[in-house]
């Protein structure tokens, strides 16, 4: 029976595990020399690969033939290096380690390997990832999936030690790069990797290079020669630094004898305190981003349950040191560095891959998001519960973010800047799609082609951010309309499992896809950071998409995306008398309306007339999607919620209620409940609850159309209510056709 395994692709050290059909747990399956871990190092004899021990000494030799760190090039297309007159690329390397660590594991197991969940940097763009794909296809390996290196950790961590609700921070420093990952453990076993940051030019060979520095300061110091300036001895040197680096993880000191020409043997003695001083710089730029991502996640260090080391590199006692000294706390470091990721990637091998979400975070014109922090779990500051071992790796889930955003470049509406218009925000649940619609302008004969730069990055400056990738949308049809229409195009960004990136577009309302084509990016990309140049004088600049500007009219109109806070919502609290003759002073509902919420406290409410409204126009395309929680009001017959948009009505009291439209019943609903409401062209009205369609009615009307959060009472004008929630609120709204340099969201399509 074939074998599913993990494979950690290091950058230094590799390794391959798979789950023991008898035990049940993750195991390492040693390498054909017995050893756990096989370096990342090739040599080339006579053209033919050789790995293992003797790769490793043949590079610590500086023997001709051996490549290392070639990760660090993953994605490029560029030749990494060229021996005996062949090129070779980062991902052909990777393929040939790829192979070997394959042969070995199926010698050692005795049996085939049938796929693979092969692990990378969580920072790595989408090329990387598309790179290590298509290297482990070269070597003959079937990929089940891509996963994160600290995921894969917390995973392998977290069958041992599973403490529900705590916020696991890995930190994560190998040979090449750092990661630093903040991971929530939920219940039995869901594990969701919350924020992501790192740096993939900052690993242990950044300290070897310190030791380096260090040491050919020393001996020039101790025997007058520049030892920089011979190559032979700079090499020699070279080799010792990883060496004398591990000694100082152990030792005070370290002394170093090398012979250096013209001159004979020399010896220096470097000390852990000056190595950690001569290194203080690159540790804080590890600090500066594990800041970062609790920024994101909006913690502070006092919200991090623990800490887990992962990576070779933190075996330095002053990656423990600083921790301690930034969390006030010991990492945990009983987790075997150089074994946890292939073991929690074992684990992912064993299951199945998940599906995709939908967007559950805005991002604002400014760029900010507003996050769905209730289903992150961040919002809540529940309680740790104590640690335990989970009875099965079947309980283990995980789900991956996005590590970086990905947008579009496109020119503001003023016309004379690009920027970059973020589709999906940066630590999104993966897999995901987001789709827009932008507004085209054809001409009758012209190729029509709209040209897509994918940006990756926060950064509202799209020379801040990669671009991974061009794309050209051809197949356009011209749609004869005048210039004030155009074609509306469906443009739907995808981060698969495997956070690579997919792009796809449809014509209007078109069920199939128009062809896309990849092109290279163009090596000179300044043109992002400077004024947009109209290539129509005396027009006004195009807005939206960068499109092939050569091209006259290539224009695309964004639908403006509205959220709860840019819309006025009115406030009315009309507080009557009581049917006693009382009279209310004071509003006694107290009605909270922030970005993504609507709550109601209060009691005594006396008229019919409390809540928050807002008006659109009977041709205005209009959805709204919340959450309804009416459970806790407190009973009063007849008291209750009321929501409205045109002819959908919900009144819900704490035993939930019915929602109506036009008058007529559609659905019976309880207090706790997902709802959406939705007005199109021509007075199409629809509602859903908990994702299914209720109800449908086309009912055409002219003029303003309310949209109601408020409570109403029907029988008499008393009662008494204490708290009622809507929250989640999510709203799309585009304005009629003559309304210019609107974008918005719209429904995804299945790949
Ligand atoms: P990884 O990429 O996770 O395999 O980590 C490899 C890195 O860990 C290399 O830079 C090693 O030099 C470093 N490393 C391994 N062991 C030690 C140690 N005992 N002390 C310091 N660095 C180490």
Request: aromatic residues 6%; glycine residues 10%.
């Given at each position: 029976m074939a074998v599913s395994v993990g494979i950690d692709l290091g950058t230094t050290f590799s390794a391959v595990a798979y789950v023991d059909p008898q035990t049940k747990t993750p195991k390492i399956i040693p390498n054909s020399e017995g050893n756990k871990i096989t370096p990342s190092i090739i040599q080339f004899i006579n053209g033919k690969p050789v790995f293992g021990s003797e790769a490793e000494s043949a590079f610590a030799a500086s023997e001709p033939g051996c490549v290392a760190t070639f990760k660090r090039n993953m994605g490029k297309t560029d030749v990494y290096c060229t021996i005996d007159g062949t090129p070779y690329t980062a991902e052909d390397l990777s393929a040939l380690l790829l192979r070997h660590l394959k042969e070995d594991a199926e010698a050692e197991l005795g049996d085939k390997i049938k796929d693979a969940v092969i692990t990378v940097p969580a920072y790595f763009y989408s090329p990387e990832r598309e790179a290590t794909l298509k290297a482990a296809a070269a070597a003959g390996l079937k990929v089940k999936k891509i996963i994160d290196e600290p995921n894969a950790a917390t995973m392998a961590y977290g069958l041992n030690n599973w403490r529900e609700n705590a916020n696991i921070l890995v930190y994560d420093l190998g040979g090449g790069t750092f990661d630093v990952t903040l991971t929530r453990m939920g219940k039995d076993g869901e594990l969701t990797s919350i924020t992501t940051r790192g740096d993939y030019y900052l690993g242990g060979r950044d300290w070897d290079d310190r030791i380096e520095i260090i040491l050919i300061e020393k001996f020039a110091d101790e025997t007058g020669i520049e030892t920089s300036s011979n190559p032979i001895t700079k090499a020699m040197i070279r080799g010792l630094t990883e060496g004398v680096k591990k000694q100082l993880s152990t030792m005070e000191t370290a002394k170093v004898t090398a012979t250096i020409l013209d001159y004979g043997v020399a010896s220096v003695v470097i000390t852990k305190k000056e190595f950690e001083e001569r290194t203080k710089d690159l540790i804080d730029r590890t600090g500066a981003l594990c800041q970062a991502v609790l920024e994101e996640a909006e913690l502070s260090l006092r919200d991090v349950t623990d800490v887990l080391l992962v990576g070779g590199s933190t075996r330095m006692p002053q990656v423990s040191q600083y921790i301690f000294n930034m969390f006030g706390k010991k990492p945990i470091t009983h987790v075997n560095p150089d074994e946890a990721v292939a073991l929690g990637a074992a684990i992912q091998a064993t299951k199945e891959n998940e599906s995709y979400t939908k967007l559950s975070v805005q991002v604002m014109s400014d760029g900010k998001k507003v996050t769905d922090r209730a289903s992150s779990g961040l919002s809540t500051r529940a309680v740790i519960k104590p640690l335990k071992k989970l009875s099965s790796i079947g309980l283990l889930s995980l789900r991956e973010t996005t590590a970086h955003a990905m947008g579009i470049v496109a020119i503001n509406d003023e016309g004379n800047r690009y920027y970059n218009e973020i589709i999906i925000p940066a630590n999104h649940p993966r897999p995901v799609r987001a789709a827009k619609r932008f507004r085209f302008y054809t001409l009758p004969k012209s190729k029509?082609?709209?040209?897509?730069?994918?940006?990756?990055?926060?950064?509202m400056n799209p020379l801040d951010c990669v671009i991974p990738y061009k794309y050209v949308v051809t197949g356009i049809q011209h749609v004869n309309k005048g210039e004030k229409i155009g074609t509306v195009i469906r443009v739907q960004y995808s981060y698969d499992e495997n956070g690579i990136i997919h792009i796809q577009a449809r014509q209007g309302y078109a069920e199939v896809d128009l062809p896309i084509r990849k092109d290279d990016v163009p090596s000179n990309i300044s043109r992002f950071g400077q004024p947009v140049v109209n290539d129509q004088p005396g027009q006004k600049p195009s807005l939206g998409l960068q499109l092939g500007r050569g091209v006259s009219h290539n224009v695309v109109h964004k639908y403006k995306a509205i959220t709860f806070s840019n819309v006025e919502w009115k406030k009315y609290d009309n507080i009557a008398f009581h049917p006693s003759g009382a009279a209310f002073n004071e509003p006694s509902v107290h009605i909270i309306a922030n970005e993504k919420a609507i709550e109601f406290h209060g009691y005594n409410v006396s008229a019919m007339?409390?809540?928050?409204?807002?008006?659109?126009?009977?041709?205005?395309?209009?959805?709204?999607?919340?959450?309804?929680?009416?459970?806790?009001?407190?009973?009063?017959?007849?008291?209750n919620v009321k929501i409205t948009l045109g002819i959908i009505t919900a009144s819900l009291n704490e035993n939930g209620g019915q929602i109506r439209l036009d008058g007529e019943t559609v659905v019976k609903v309880g207090p706790k409940f997902k709802l959406k409401m939705s007005l199109t062209e021509g007075g199409h009205y629809k509602v859903y609850t908990n994702g299914k369609l209720a109800g449908s009615k086309v009912k055409p009307s002219m003029g303003g159309i309310d949209v109601c959060f408020g409570l109403a009472h029907d029988e008499h004008c008393c009662h008494i209510l204490s708290h009622a929630y809507i929250s989640n609120i999510s709203m799309k709204q585009r304005m009629n056709q003559n309304m210019e340099d609107d974008s918005s969201e719209t429904e995804t399509w299945e790949s």
């Open positions: 029509n082609e709209l040209e897509i730069y994918v940006l990756q990055g926060d950064s007339d409390e809540g928050v409204s807002y008006t659109i126009n009977a041709d205005d395309n209009f959805e709204i999607e919340c959450d309804i929680n009416t459970s806790t009001i407190q009973p009063h017959p007849g008291g």
